[in-house]
């Protein structure tokens, strides 16, 4: 499975944050995904930058965005332990239980 970041102008007003986060949830395409942060997503996906760009672009309505294939081996950062081991595994986290 190929690992994207999706970046995107989350105060751009053309299109809100919440609805990029549905087009990604609903996305036929994208198999797994993570919200980090305001503007960008990380997301696992069989297909190629190529294959997915255009259906972001269509589905984004016009607004600013960069699509990126990543290898999680060569990214860094401060995220919890669980991201990483999902960056690097694709097998979805076992988030920690409260107690």
């Not at 986060?21 to 696992?44: D, L, M």
């Not at 255009?54 to 401060?78: K, M, V, W, Y």
Request: with cysteine; net charge negative.
């Amino acid at each position: 499975m190929n690992t994207f970041v999706l970046s995107f102008n989350p105060f751009d007003s053309l299109i809100s944050s919440e609805q990029v986060n549905e087009i990604v949830r609903s996305h036929r395409e994208v198999e797994q995904w993570y919200f980090p942060f305001a503007g960008t997503c990380i997301f696992k996906s069989s297909k190629s930058v190529a294959l997915l760009a255009p259906s972001f672009r269509a589905l984004l309505n016009g607004a600013p965005f960069l699509l990126s294939e990543i290898s999680p081996q060569s990214t860094g950062g401060a995220q919890d332990q669980y991201v990483w081991d999902w960056l690097n595994t694709s097998q979805l986290p076992r988030l920690p239980s409260k107690n």
